[in-house]
């Protein structure tokens, strides 16, 4: 069996795909020691190279634009090359996070409006600012409409904290979300889909020491405490399961995924995003929720492994 593991990019997630690869890479060779496992650089010359003679299966492990958008995954499909996860079309609405924010469950994500950068050019940023802070009030999140790794993301508190946190979330793609921010428990929920079957991981409670989950503090090593599973009650454990995978089958994905939310004090479930290719580091909530349910990152990639292959002969 060959198998391609996916990682690099072109992009500013980069580094953590790289990480993710590595980690992943070196779990099958344990758990699949007969397999030939190919840690392979996207770079502009691999699409060249690729065909369905190449390799049994592919793992796409490229975060961000390219990797979890529908570009890579179109390439594989078009050439015919069996794949680990989401399907172009599903990858693409969950990538973006107006479309995903709109689709699953009415009333699950927080209040928000999205914005291309063409439109504070035309109507004037003070006037589209004041209109959109009077509606949402603060504390808001500012973030790009596409990316991860919290790159481009800033919480404000106040009014002055929000045009810097446009020019920085700009910088990562022309649309951002403007989104009312929650204040509560932030959780992290993998779902896992072995033969047909879906499974909820225990939820990863995130707490961040500075408050905000951005970049530094998703992979500087003691930036953020984790408790897996999360110190909810039992009841709420098993409805955030639940919700992540609701979210899951709302927005049409498939082996794996993770779910972000954020639980209030009242025990409402908010919406924040969807990972169709989550980080699969040291630092990262896929192989934590993994070893908290009894499992290893080698089993269950392997698992995923052997239904790619099937779901595609």
Request: net charge negative.
């Amino acid at each position: 069996m060959r198998i391609a593991i996916l990682s690099g990019g072109l992009n500013a997630e980069r580094d953590v795909s790289l990480r993710s690869g590595r980690r992943v890479a070196e779990a099958l060779r344990f758990e699949i020691p007969k397999a030939e496992i190919f840690e392979v650089d996207l770079n502009a010359d691999f699409l060249d190279s690729l065909s369905s003679d190449s390799f049994d299966v592919v793992i796409p492990l490229i975060h961000g634009v390219i990797g979890e958008d529908a570009t890579l995954r179109s390439m594989l499909e078009l050439k015919g090359i069996p794949y680990i996860g989401s399907s172009a079309q599903s990858s693409a609405r969950a990538f973006d996070k107006g479309i995903s924010a709109g689709l699953v469950p009415t009333g699950s994500a927080p209040q928000f409006v999205v914005f291309p950068q063409s439109f504070f050019r035309e109507m004037g940023a003070p006037r589209i600012l004041k209109s959109v802070i009077s509606g949402i009030g603060l504390p808001l999140i500012v973030k790009p409409i596409n990316g991860g790794s919290a790159f481009g993301v800033r919480l404000c508190a106040s009014v002055d904290q929000v045009a810097p946190a446009l020019v920085d979330a700009f910088g990562y793609g022309d649309r951002v979300m403007l989104q009312s921010a929650v204040i509560g428990t932030e959780l992290a929920v993998t779902v896992i889909e072995v033969d047909g079957k879906l499974q909820a991981l225990p939820p990863v409670e995130v707490v961040p020491v500075s408050g905000v989950y951005d970049f530094d503090a998703r992979y500087t090593a003691g930036a953020t405490e984790f408790f897996v599973p999360a110190r909810l009650n039992s009841k709420l454990i098993e409805q955030v399961c639940a919700y992540a995978i609701l979210v899951h089958v709302t927005l049409g994905l498939r082996d794996i995924s993770r779910t972000d939310v954020i639980v209030d004090t009242d025990g409402v479930i908010w919406f924040l995003e969807v990972n169709v290719s989550p980080g699969m580091t040291e630092t990262s909530l896929v192989p934590q929720a993994i070893e908290s349910a009894g499992m290893n990152v080698g089993a269950v990639f392997g698992s995923l492994v052997t239904q790619a292959i099937s779901r595609d002969h």
